[in-house]
C-alpha cells in the first residue's frame, strides 16, 4: 500500500517537474527545528500538481498537510503518518507587479516580497518585517507586527475541497487576531496585495526601524516559533509580561529555555525535543494561571 502511494507520487511529480522526498526530518521543515520523521513532504511546481497529489492522497486514505516555513508549528517528535505540501517551487514562489498592486505565490517568503516591493516604490508590507512567514501560512494566521497581512489584502486564490482552484475575496474572510475564518480545506496558492506608491529609500528606512526595533526586542536569531501565547484580551499585561513576573525567564527544560530576551519566546538552545517545549508550554500555563488567574492561549499550533 505505502510503496503503491510512493510509486504514484513520484510518478505525478515526474510528470510535472515537482519534488517528492520520503521519510523526511521533520527538523528540516521548522523554525524550532524539532520533531521526528514525517512518511513525505511534496512539493509541488504548479497548482495542477497540487491538485493531482492531492486528489490521489485523498482517494488512497493519505493524511496530508501544508506548511510555509514552520515558523508557527510544533512538530511531533515520533513519526508522522502523513504528506506535507510545502509549496516552494515553481508558480508558488512567484512574485509580479501590475501598478500598485502585487501578486505572490502562496510560498512566497514575507522577506522577498517586502523588498521586491519597496524596491519597485512600494509601500504597505514592510512592518511585517522580521516575520519568517510564507505569504500562505501569513494570510492564514493573519500575521502582523507593525503592519499586518490582511491591512493590503485585496484576494487570494485556493485550492478547495472539491479540487478547484477558487478566487476569495478580503471582504468574505473574516480576519481576527492571529486567525482567519479560512480554516483547514483550502490551500492558498497566491495572494494579491495593494500597496501605496512611496519613495524607494522611505520604504527601506521604514524596514530598517522596524527591524531594528523588533531584534532589540526578541530573539530572531535563535530556533524558536516567535510568540507561544496570544496576549490575553482586556488584561494589562502582555503574555510575556506575565510570564516574566511569574518569575519564569530562563527557565529550561532539557534544551528549551524561555528567552531572556522575550519571556514569550521559548527557544530551543541546542537539541531540545518537541516534549520538551510542550513541558515548558504547560508549566508556563499552570504558573500564569495560579499566579494571575489568567488562561494563556497558545498561539502556536501542535502538530
Ligand atoms: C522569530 C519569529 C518571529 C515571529 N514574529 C511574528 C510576528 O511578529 N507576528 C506574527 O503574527 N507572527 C510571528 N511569528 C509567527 C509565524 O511566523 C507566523 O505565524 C507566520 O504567519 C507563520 O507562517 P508560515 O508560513 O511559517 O506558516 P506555518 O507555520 O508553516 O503554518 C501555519 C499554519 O498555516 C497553514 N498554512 C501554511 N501555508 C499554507 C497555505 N499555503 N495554505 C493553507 N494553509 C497554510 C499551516 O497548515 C498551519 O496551519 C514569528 C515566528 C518566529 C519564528
Not at 492531492?54 to 515558523?71: C, N, P, Q
Not at 519568517?132 to 491591512?151: E, H, Q
Not at 468574505?172 to 495593494?194: M, N, P, T, V, W
Request: charged content about 30%; overall charge neutral.
Amino acid at each position: 500500500m505505502k510503496d503503491n502511494i510512493k510509486k504514484t507520487l513520484k510518478e505525478i511529480s515526474d510528470k510535472f517537474g515537482g519534488k517528492v522526498e520520503f521519510e523526511y526530518q521533520l527538523s528540516r521543515c521548522n523554525t524550532m527545528k524539532t520533531g521526528g520523521s514525517v512518511f513525505a513532504v511534496y512539493m509541488p511546481q504548479n497548482f495542477e500538481e497540487m491538485i493531482e497529489a492531492k486528489r490521489f492522497l485523498d482517494s488512497a486514505g493519505m493524511k496530508t498537510g501544508v506548511i510555509g516555513r514552520g515558523s508557527n508549528v510544533l512538530m511531533p517528535d515520533g513519526y508522522l503518518d502523513k504528506v506535507i505540501f510545502i509549496l516552494n517551487r515553481g508558480d508558488f514562489r512567484e512574485i509580479a507587479f501590475d501598478g500598485t498592486k502585487v501578486f505572490a505565490g502562496g510560498g512566497v517568503w514575507l522577506e522577498e516580497l517586502i523588498a521586491r516591493s519597496s524596491k519597485q516604490g512600494l509601500s504597505g508590507l514592510e512592518g511585517l518585517v522580521g516575520i519568517p512567514a510564507t505569504v500562505g501560512g501569513a494570510v492564514i494566521t493573519n500575521a502582523g507586527y507593525k503592519d499586518i497581512i490582511s491591512g493590503n489584502l485585496i484576494k487570494i486564490n485556493v485550492i478547495d475541497e472539491f479540487y478547484k482552484k477558487v478566487e476569495i475575496d478580503k471582504k468574505d474572510i473574516i480576519f481576527g487576531y492571529h486567525c482567519s475564518s479560512l480554516g483547514k480545506d483550502r490551500i492558498i496558492i497566491s495572494a494579491e496585495f495593494q500597496l501605496t506608491r512611496c519613495n524607494e529609500i522611505d520604504a527601506k528606512k521604514k524596514i530598517e526601524t522596524c527591524f531594528s526595533e523588533k531584534i532589540k526586542k526578541q530573539p530572531l536569531n535563535e530556533k524558536t516559533l516567535g510568540c507561544i501565547f496570544k496576549n490575553p484580551e482586556a488584561h494589562k499585561f502582555s503574555a510575556g509580561e506575565l510570564i516574566e513576573l511569574a518569575g519564569m525567564k530562563n527557565k529550561k527544560c532539557g534544551d528549551a529555555i524561555i528567552s531572556n530576551k522575550h519571556a514569550n519566546f521559548i527557544v530551543n538552545a541546542g537539541s531540545a525535543r518537541s516534549s520538551d517545549i510542550v513541558s515548558l508550554i504547560e508549566d508556563v500555563k499552570g504558573r500564569v494561571k495560579k499566579e494571575f488567574a489568567v488562561e494563556l492561549e497558545p498561539e502556536i499550533e501542535i502538530w
